[in-house]
């Protein structure tokens, strides 16, 4: 199976514009989830969708914002960008069913100038 | 109090020793424990997942588990330069993981 992909790979946007990220899931993968990963903070849960519905949310603004299709695929929006918004953006699959294994995508690293 | 800690690192062992890696986690009703391996530059990837309290093994690596003193652990035997990456510890919540801050290991050849 093809694994988790997403694009662009990279990405420089000046302050205060805005950028959509997208996510595929591995095929047959409902859920997908989008992590903020910088050197500081590590790891930070960003929301989770399951069959277009979001289930939970992290503690970022509402500049954060997300969506999924009836494919599955998913994006991520940020709005008004911040400098502290450079990060690599990780996006994650899981099956249906409880043990919730995540796997990654490569990343989209996004520079913001 | 952080949702999960591990132990900062760096960890640098010799190749052919054991690197042991542990983990402690907040919430005492999580149940899925999973450990993922992040070498420089790339995206996490899952080697191990546990459920159960004990031991389980999957070649090199054993992850142990104790729900009542909440802690999570990973050895990696035999250790190979090839392991030398950031390994991060995750618990999963309600429809979330939460992530460690990882531990950095460095396999001395």
């Known amino acids: 199976k093809a694994g988790v992909t997403q694009t662009p790979r990279y990405l420089i946007k000046t302050r205060g514009q805005q950028v959509t990220l997208s996510c595929s899931p591995i095929?047959?993968?409902?859920?997908v989830s989008w992590y903020q990963q910088t050197p500081g903070q590590g790891l930070q849960f960003l929301f989770e969708?399951?069959?277009?519905?979001?289930?939970n949310k992290g503690n970022f603004p509402g500049r954060f914002s997300g969506r999924q299709f009836s494919n599955s695929r998913s994006e991520m929006n940020v709005s008004t960008l911040e400098l502290g918004d450079s990060a690599l953006y990780l996006c994650?699959?899981?099956?249906?069913?409880?043990?919730?294994?995540?796997?990654f995508g490569p990343g989209t690293r996004l520079t913001v100038t | 109090q952080k949702e999960v800690e591990q132990n900062s690192g760096p960890l640098s062992v010799p190749e052919g020793a054991i690197a042991s890696l542990n983990c402690t986690y907040s919430?005492?009703?999580?149940?899925?424990f999973f450990w993922y391996r992040q070498y420089s530059g790339k995206s996490p990837e899952l080697i191990m997942s546990?459920?159960?309290?004990g031991d389980k093994e999957d070649g090199r690596f054993t992850a142990q588990l104790n729900k009542a003193s909440q802690y999570v652990s990973l050895l990696i035997r035999d250790s190979q330069p090839s392991d030398s990456a950031t390994y991060l510890c995750?618990?999963?919540?309600?429809?979330?993981?939460?992530f460690g801050a990882g531990t950095t290991v460095t396999v001395r050849a």
């Open positions: 095929s047959g993968h409902r859920s």
């Open positions: 546990i459920y159960s309290n």
């Open positions: 919430d005492r009703g999580s149940q899925s």
């Open positions: 994650a699959s899981s099956p249906s069913g409880g043990s919730y294994e995540q796997y």
């Open positions: 995750a618990v999963k919540g309600d429809y979330k993981l939460s």
């Open positions: 969708y399951f069959s277009e519905t979001q289930r």
